[in-house]
């Protein structure tokens, strides 16, 4: 019986809720087609992720651990791949899109000879491979694809799909895969983290994001108070992290993350296509900018046309007041 | 040091964008060189400019795509080899990857630079499928770069940070944006382009026969985006309009 096998990507000891997303898609893509779903966590303590995969229609985990995956390296996370891959000969290899697996997906394609579909925001799996939609030129518009194959690796966009609830007990199998160090050829060498202990970005339910407008550290304490107080994760448009006033792993858009937060907030943000493209997948956007024409307010839900430095406070005292604080 | 660096020509996606029956329709005067690989030719430049070599550009692409050639000559880059292929040919990463791969066979070099994804397909495959058929060491999305005896040292946005990695040549980099700002070409340097050495190659040359590849992944057509609609937007005293989104969110939207 064929497999639609899910790589579980793991961050600060957590399962991103992104690979359960796509997990929930491929359980039920493979219940309708009478096929098996399975999950694939490659990690340093990949077994003890296993027990929270109970809740997923599961018939099998597949784990693959040891020191060399510790931290994202690709080659040794390649040659677990391929070997799991070679062993379960999946239908469909699926991802969260994060950028972990955009560090593979060609070479794992490449290394395999199968064809790759990236940053899908649907996908169905067909007789004679995958088909689905990808939103391209910066997401201003959506392609329909079609991959041809026996295996086909497919990569999703963080909040495309909802969680399932179909409680089962997969069987789990440790792959012991040998990781050659003279393979490893490229070494990671130090790894520089966000400071702080920050909500990942791409799992938040809320996004309060700093542009161009936030232009020293009372607009920025301005957002911090924000944050805090919707407990929301911190994101940034281009303009900041280029600047340094924000973390270059906070930026949102084509070149950053691709957020789908209940509730994104732009504070000074002109809403640049590429700024766009990683903000559409939010429920409700709320932009508050000083010039009545910036292009955000075309896709705000709430747009408060004003000066950041006065609309904010306000908008924080009310909040609290609303939130019993 | 031998830097080489593909470059692909791409519409402008800041351009407006038409669909007409599945088909976007492309404004042939708005084609660009893709902003993240204008970053690779970018920090290949600056690297060969500081530890000596010389950077050569590859692109594959009809023979319009000439113009974006010439640009990353005029921006500093010494040579240029033209791929060229019809127009009609819908090619995908993965056969981009395995004509650059063709093309690298018998080719020496320290570095192959490649954007970290094509702004038109956003895909971010070709890199690693390029390293992949050469066998070769890569490291994607870098935000910086420094040569160091015959490593770089590249600093590469991850999900949560960045990572310091050593890539020892020969290797392969995609690059992000974010670590440079292009050069605009000089006068001087757009001077110089025309008298650059350009040379024109077919896939069929390179032993690719493009009939017979197989394309494995296909654009049915494409469609608009369900649209955002603007929503409420609220003008005035700061004030007010500040506590009545407040309560509108919690309200209305109940999304606090
Ligand atoms: C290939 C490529 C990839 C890119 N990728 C990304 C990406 O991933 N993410 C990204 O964000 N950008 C990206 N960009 C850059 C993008 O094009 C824009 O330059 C960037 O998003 C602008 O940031 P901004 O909106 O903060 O600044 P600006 O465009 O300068 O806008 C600032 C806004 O703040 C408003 N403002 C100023 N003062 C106030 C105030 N006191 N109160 C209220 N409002 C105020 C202004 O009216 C203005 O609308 C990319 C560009 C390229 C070419
Ligand atoms: N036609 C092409 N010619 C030369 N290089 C290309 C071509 N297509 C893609 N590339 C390189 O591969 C990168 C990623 O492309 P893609 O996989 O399509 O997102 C680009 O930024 C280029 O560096």
């Known amino acids: 019986m064929s497999t639609l096998l899910t790589y579980i990507s793991v961050n600060n000891g957590k399962i991103k809720r992104s ?77 969260a899109s994060t950028e972990g697996s955009k560090d593979i997906l060609g070479a794992l394609a490449a290394n395999q000879g199968i064809p790759a579909l990236p940053d899908m925001s649907e996908f169905e799996v067909t007789d004679t491979g995958v088909k689905g939609k990808r939103p391209v030129m910066a997401a201003k518009i959506i392609s329909n694809v079609e991959a041809e194959g026996d295996s086909v690796i497919i990569s999703v966009r963080s909040g495309s799909y909802d969680l399932i609830n179909l409680p089962s007990e997969p069987e789990v199998e440790s792959v012991e895969v040998d990781v050659g160090e003279d393979e490893t050829k490229s070494i990671l060498k130090e790894i520089i983290t966000a400071s702080g202990d920050r909500v990942d970005l791409s799992e938040a339910d809320v996004v309060v994001a700093a542009g161009r407008g936030v232009k020293d550290e009372e607009g920025q304490n301005l957002i911090s108070e924000l944050a805090r107080l919707l407990n929301a994760g911190i994101g940034a448009s281009r303009a900041l992290t280029e600047s340094g006033a924000y973390d270059p792993s906070l930026q949102i858009g084509q070149t950053g993350k691709v957020v789908s937060p209940q509730l994104y907030i732009a504070v000074g943000i002109s809403g640049a296509i590429q700024h766009v493209a990683g903000i559409t997948n939010s429920k409700v956007i709320v932009a508050i900018n000083k010039d009545p024409d910036a292009p955000i307010f075309d896709i705000a839900d709430y747009g408060i046309v004003g000066d950041l430095y006065k609309v904010l406070p306000p908008f924080i005292e009310e909040l609290k007041k609303i939130k019993g604080e | 040091m031998k830097f080489y660096v593909c470059i692909k020509q791409v519409p402008d996606v800041s351009a407006p964008l038409q669909i007409k029956d599945g088909q976007l329709i492309q404004d042939n005067d708005r084609m660009i060189l893709n902003a993240y690989d204008a970053s690779a030719v970018e920090e290949a430049l600056v690297l060969t400019e500081k530890h000596g070599g010389e950077v050569e550009v590859v692109l594959i692409g009809p023979e319009k795509a000439s113009e974006t050639i010439r640009k990353a000559l005029a921006m500093g880059a010494h040579r240029g080899t033209h791929i060229l292929i019809t127009e009609k040919q819908k090619i995908d990463s993965a056969v981009y990857a395995r004509i650059l791969a063709s093309y690298f066979s018998d080719k020496e070099y320290d570095f192959i630079a490649c954007g970290k994804q094509a702004q038109d397909t956003d895909s971010g495959l070709t890199g690693s499928m390029l390293a992949e058929h050469l066998k070769i060491p890569y490291v994607t999305n870098a935000v910086g770069l420094d040569y160091e005896n015959h490593h770089l040292t590249v600093k590469r946005q991850g999900d949560i940070g960045q990572e310091m990695i050593e890539l020892p040549a020969p290797g392969v980099v995609t690059c992000s944006n974010d670590m440079n700002e292009p050069r605009i070409p000089s006068l001087k340097g757009i001077m110089q382009s025309k008298r650059k050495e350009v040379n024109t190659l077919t896939p069929d040359e390179l032993g690719m026969k493009m009939e017979d590849v197989e394309i494995k992944t296909r654009i049915l057509g494409f469609e608009e985006k369900p649209g955002r609609k603007p929503g409420k937007k609220l003008e005035g005293d700061p004030d007010k309009i500040a506590r009545k989104t407040a309560h509108l969110l919690d309200e209305e939207a109940g999304v606090l």
């Open chain 1, 19 to 95: 690979s359960l997303e796509v997990l929930s898609r491929c359980t039920q893509e493979a219940n309708k087609l009478g096929f098996k779903s399975a999950a694939l966590i490659i990690d340093e303590n990949a077994t003890q992720y296993s027990s929270q995969l109970g809740s997923y229609g599961l018939t099998k985990v597949y784990t693959v651990e040891g020191p060399s995956f510790k931290n994202h390296l690709n080659t040794p996370v390649l040659k677990a791949l391929s070997a799991v891959m070679n062993r379960v000969k999946p239908k469909v290899m699926a991802f």
